[in-house]
């Protein structure tokens, strides 16, 4: 168009949404619940099964962690076959793979079983989840989706609440019947993904990196296995040895990412994520925070049923407290995301000074009512992290590096979580001390604290290193 000519310019017109968006949310939805329910019901009924199973203080741990173990190790690489082959496709092939490993869970007879099983669940977890971002941002408009984004704090919330009430009620009856229930709602998912998740078609010319997912697996799972096993071993020298490995393997991943990006090749990490300050930072401050987020639900739940004598159905309704303040958290972090990093610095002040109230509350006659305010601050600071964290970090990825960079996120918080576990648990276990415990929390939670300062203040601000 030249300077003299005053056509009018038509504005782009904008695709129609997809017609079934709303009942296809709904299936998204229920996928997730799914999964954020069976990541945490075994803080629960994690004492009852080992009663009944046997094996030692660290199939506990192994409960959550070979879960979050494998849905790490599959998260990149289940969001990548999403393009490869359709995120419809692999939707319903993570809910069918969750279902059978529920199942498998429910059927499970010793120590050996029930781990198998949860890998399972996990592996497939991480099939089914990746796939709801990219179907969301094909059936809804800009202006609709974040409505439709908006509607998973509640959801999560919700499921934060009644998650442990139901663990604990079930396993009051039969540990078993947790697994059980997920075979009606799989089975229901299923069908209505069918019949209103939109078809997709692959994305032409992406590939699996799968050295790069083999690395990256391998890496977690050289940190995760001696957190967790050393301890019940006496910490001998093939832990520390394997713990050296990780780092060696985590670095040759990185260099093979870049020299994959720089021959043209479709990195599962992207490599230029690793200049932009918001993002590197992030990754710390994600994996500390979500550590600590992580050991806390674990601890709190051995705490009271090992060491106050609290059945099931008690110890989760104790933590009731903790789910109400997140959800507390979250829409005071919503009602002032304008004050970005702010927000999170002053979450990680509020939830350190709710598990320092722990430490100063606990004691062998403590109830419930004693513990809930401290524990209601501690999740209120946890909601005031979580809240703006994504959105700090994202704001500086650029459109070509958003798939990357919501996956190694999402991953990250999967990892977190397992060094939690791991971590806190060999803590709790050694010492026997809640005290001890929770002051490695709190030291967690302050250097959430101090490395948060490194983040970007607000949106892109300052965002890139060397820029």
């Known amino acids: ?278 993002f590197v930072s992030g990754m710390a401050t994600g994996t500390i925070y979500f550590a600590a987020f992580a050991g806390v639900l674990l601890v709190i739940g051995l705490y009271t049923q090992l060491g106050l004598g609290y059945s099931p159905i008690k110890a989760a309704l104790t933590g009731v407290p903790s789910s109400l303040g997140m959800i507390a958290g979250m829409g005071v972090a919503q009602a002032t995301a304008r004050y970005g990093r702010k927000v999170l610095l002053a979450g990680a002040l509020v939830m350190a000074l709710g598990v320092a109230g722990v430490i100063v509350i606990a004691s062998p006659g403590v109830s419930p009512w004693q513990l809930a305010p401290m524990l209601a601050v501690t999740g209120l600071g946890s909601g005031l992290i979580m809240t703006p964290y994504f959105g700090i970090v994202m704001a500086a990825v650029e459109p070509g590096e958003t798939g990357s960079a919501s996956g190694t996120l999402t991953a990250l918080q999967q990892v977190g979580g397992a060094l939690g576990l791991a971590l806190l648990g060999t803590v709790y276990f050694g010492t026997g001390s809640v005290q001890v415990t929770m002051g490695v929390v709190t030291g967690m939670i302050v250097a959430t604290f101090f490395v948060g300062l490194l983040l970007p203040k607000a949106g892109s601000e300052d965002a890139n290193f060397g820029h």
């Open 1 to 278: 168009m030249t300077a003299l000519d005053i056509r009018p310019v038509q504005a782009p017109v904008e695709p129609t949404p997809y017609r079934w968006r709303w009942p296809a949310l709904a299936v998204i939805l229920a996928g997730s619940v799914m999964e954020l329910l069976d990541a945490t019901v075994t803080n629960i009924a994690g004492p009852t099964m080992r009663a009944e199973l046997g094996g030692g203080a660290s199939l506990i741990q192994w409960l959550g962690a070979a879960y979050t173990l494998a849905m790490t190790a599959g998260l990149l690489t289940g969001g990548r076959l999403g393009d490869i082959v359709g995120r419809r496709r692999m939707f319903l092939i993570g809910v069918a793979g969750f279902t059978v490993g529920s199942l498998m869970c429910a059927l499970a007879f010793s120590p050996e079983t029930i781990i198998a099983a949860r890998i399972v669940q996990g592996l497939f977890g991480a099939a089914m989840i990746p796939q709801g971002m990219g179907l969301m941002k094909e059936m809804f408009s800009p202006k609709e989706l974040a409505a439709a984004m908006g509607l998973f704090g509640p959801v999560m919330g919700l499921s934060a609440v009644g998650g442990p009430i139901l663990a604990g009620a079930l396993t009051s009856i039969d540990w078993r019947l947790i697994f059980v229930i997920n075979l009606p709602i799989g089975a229901v998912t299923a069908l209505a993904a069918v019949r209103f998740l939109p078809g997709t078609r692959p994305a032409g010319g992406v590939r699996l990196d799968l050295p790069g997912a083999l690395l990256a697996s391998a890496g977690t799972v050289l940190i995760i296995f001696p957190l967790v096993q050393g301890g019940e071993h006496g910490w001998p020298a093939w832990s520390f040895a394997m713990m050296a490995a990780s780092g060696a393997v985590f670095g040759v991943f990185a260099w093979y990412e870049r020299r994959k990006a720089a021959r043209g090749g479709d990195p599962l990490v992207a490599p230029s994520l690793f200049r932009k300050r918001a």
